[in-house]
Every structure is written in C-alpha cells, then in structure tokens.
C-alpha cells in the first residue's frame, strides 16, 4: 500500500472520523500472530489441563483455538485474562500495533512534522467470546480511555478471521467525531470508571455503520468518534487489534507509567520460597518496585 495519505483520504477522514487502511498488514505478519497466539493458547490449555492438551488431535489451528478458548472460560476466566496479557507482550503482536509506516498514517492525520515521534499506547488483542458480553462496550468515545489532554487516534484491525456482524465486529456513528465531547453517562467501580456510554439521543443523529474488513486491513478513527463493539453471534473467538498513536507535543502530554503490578508472588515472597522450597502460589497481582 502506499504509506502517504491522498487529498481524497484526508477527506475522508475529516468528514466520517475514519479511515479504513488496505494492505496494513502482510500475510508473514499475520500468519506469524496466528503461531504464536496458538502456542499461547496451547500454554494455559496445559496448565488447565495438568500437563495435557485436549485438543492436539485437531488439525486446524482455528478450530482449536475457537475450541480451547471457550473450553478455558468454562475451567476459568482466568486463563483467558492470562491470555489477553500475555499475548500483548509477544513480538508477533507487538509489530503489528507500532507498525512505522502505521505511525506515519497517524503522524498525517494528527497533523504530526514528518520526522515527529508518536508514543503508542494500548496494543492489545481483544478476545471477544462467542455470546461473552461482560466486556462488551455499549456506544462510547476514546477520549476518557486514555491520557487526559492528549491528542491521539486508535486502530482497530480483525485478527485470524475477517470481521462481520456476526462475530460482532464494531459499529461506528460516521461523523460522530464532530460532535466534540459528547453527552455521556458514567458507570463507576471502586472509583474508577467502568463505562463511560454516550447517551442514545446522541448517536441517533448519526448514521450508524459496521466496520466489515479482513485481515491485513485496518480501520483508524478519532478518539472523538462515537463507536461501539458487536455481540458476538458466530460461534467462533473474535480476536482483534487495538492500539492507539499520540502526539508528544502538548505541554501536558505524559507518559503512562507501569505500576508494578504482576500475576503471582511479589520479589520477597518469590525469593523466600526459593530458599524454603515453599510451595509457590499464584493468581494474586504482586506488586514490584519501578523506577
């Protein structure tokens, strides 16, 4: 594809709030996430499992995964929190969401200098079950999911399998970026907001629109544009990228900052049950010491 935006692709974007990117990944891209999201999947089956893979008979790779993935929500939703982590933190992934020529789209779109960096954040693959919707969201913007005060756009790109409405792929209100800040409700948990859901008056001025595309290709948007994920329907695990580009430029930008938080033993706990050869218990985040 061409890495340079037409006059018609910035047009585009100012007036609907999205841009849908062909040929943003290559088949060796892809085809190196769907290895290593397996090998991923094969892990937390045999920790389920006690060792064993219920599932190594089955000759396609997407129907085991489709298959292990619902298996494991059935022994625990924490193997597929485990996945969600994990695989946001292997190289296969990784590339895909700080892709430069995908910075540089960005970079144009934020009105970026050409040799301007971006600060990524986010890089995430969502794994939307079949029927799951606990961790669906209803109709919101971006901009309350991020840095406060900075100026960004995300992505959203299917993994594995094209998106459709029936494996729930995301709704966007076109032109909704327009509207600003929008009327929004605020659901909070412990203090801290859970979803923030713009109100339905708001998105019925727009029209509404599914995000239908394929692998390879990606949808970038405002963080001012009103969207929402689909219920999955298909029978099949939705995976998906998300990731997101902001500018460092403003004087209130700031970094996110790690906060030291693990799944397992905190440092001391770990170097004790190493001495004492104490059995080591796991499931709790413990926390480390960061700079």
């Given at each position: ?7 018609q692709d ?31 999947v094969r ?137 600003g800040v ?110």
């Open positions: 594809m061409t890495w340079t935006l037409s006059k910035m047009e585009s974007y100012d007036r609907d709030g999205f841009l849908i990117v062909d040929d943003a990944f290559s088949q060796e891209e892809l085809t190196a996430f769907d290895k290593a999201l397996l090998y991923t892990t937390y089956v045999k920790q389920a499992a006690k060792g064993e893979n219920p599932f190594s008979r089955i000759a396609d790779m997407y129907e085991e995964i489709d298959l292990a993935t619902a298996w494991l929500e059935e022994q625990d939703h924490y193997y597929i929190a485990q996945i969600y982590h994990a695989i946001a933190d292997i190289p296969a992934f990784l590339k895909l969401g700080i892709k430069p020529q995908l910075e540089s789209i960005a970079g144009q779109l934020l009105g970026a200098q050409e040799a301007e960096p971006l600060y990524t954040l986010t890089k995430r693959c969502r794994i939307d079950l079949p029927t799951e919707t606990s961790y669906t969201f209803g109709w919101h913007q971006e901009v309350f999911y991020s840095i406060p005060k900075s100026q960004f756009m995300m992505m959203w790109a299917p993994l594995l399998r094209p998106a459709t409405v029936e494996n729930g792929t995301i709704d966007v209100a076109v032109g909704s970026h327009k509207e929008a009327d929004q409700d605020w659901t909070m948990n412990d203090g801290i907001p859970n979803q923030i859901i713009v109100k339905d008056e708001v998105v019925a001025r727009y029209e509404v629109r599914p995000v239908i595309i394929k692998p390879g290709q990606l949808v970038i948007f405002s963080n001012k544009l009103i969207h929402r994920s689909g219920e999955n329907t298909s029978g099949t695990t939705r995976f998906s990228l998300v990731s997101s580009f902001h500018r460092m430029d403003s004087e209130d930008f700031q970094a996110a900052r790690f906060t030291g938080s693990y799944f397992g033993l905190d440092p001391m706990s770990y170097y004790r049950s190493l001495l004492s050869k104490a059995p080591v218990a796991t499931g709790e985040p413990a926390k480390i010491p960061v700079s």
